[in-house]
């Protein structure tokens, strides 16, 4: 099995490929920006960090977009933090295009809203937070329900089609922070930073088929 995980010049690669590997020792983990690597590849996994305008840009300029719709339309495909954003037709940073392959936006933390329920959070929204599973789903397989994941960003989506939601988080008040859709399966926290339940998350993406 060949698993890709997409560089276009941004996003924590090695930590995502180190995290792949210690859970599929017999995969051919592979960090590539080559087209046709990521068409070939059995899996494909989109990281991202940092601003979306950048990574936006850097993903069309390597010629990795198409790529990516491609895998998204036809293989078992997972999307971390950035990577999860990108999936959607806007975002309210920058503004900026997403790929459109979900319908929905992504906004801002409502600062009005960082103050509900006694202290206030703080935007980045950084650190350890429990995730409510929406619904079951094979990547959830062997994940207790309000397990801790970790997050770092400012942004969130908010999907078109309720349906998708496969995770929320509440900071303070809910927001989704997993969809899963068909092959798709993308989250706002990082797996990959997240210990025992991140590692469990990746291992049942190695083993996932699809629907």
């Known amino acids: 099995m060949t698993i890709a995980v997409v560089d276009y010049g941004m996003g924590n690669l090695r930590s995502v490929a180190k995290a792949l590997m210690h859970v ?38 390597s010629g990795l977009a198409e790529p990516v719709r491609r895998a998204a339309a036809t293989r078992p495909f997972l999307g971390i933090c950035l990577g999860l954003q990108m999936l959607f037709e806007t975002s309210a940073e920058g503004p900026t295009p997403g790929l459109g392959i979900l319908a929905g936006d992504v906004v801002r933390f409502d600062e009005a809203a960082m103050a ?58 809910a927001f989704t922070c997993a969809i899963a859709k068909d092959n798709i399966f993308a989250t706002q926290f990082h797996p990959e930073k997240s210990h025992r339940a991140g590692l469990r998350l990746l291992a049942n993406f190695v083993a996932w088929d699809g629907p």
């Open 116 to 173: 509900r329920g006694g202290e206030r959070c703080k935007v980045p929204h950084m650190g350890w937070n429990r995730v409510l599973q929406r619904g079951s789903h094979p990547l959830w397989s062997g994940i207790d329900d309000a397990s801790r994941f970790y997050f770092a960003h400012s942004f969130h989506p908010v999907p078109a089609d309720r349906g998708i939601v496969a995770g929320e988080t509440l900071y303070p008040v």
């Open 24 to 61: 599929a020792p017999d995969a051919e983990v592979v960090v590539t920006s080559d087209a046709a690597v990521v068409d070939r590849a059995e899996r494909v996994v989109l990281p991202g960090q940092s601003a979306m305008p950048d990574c936006m840009r850097m993903l069309e300029q």
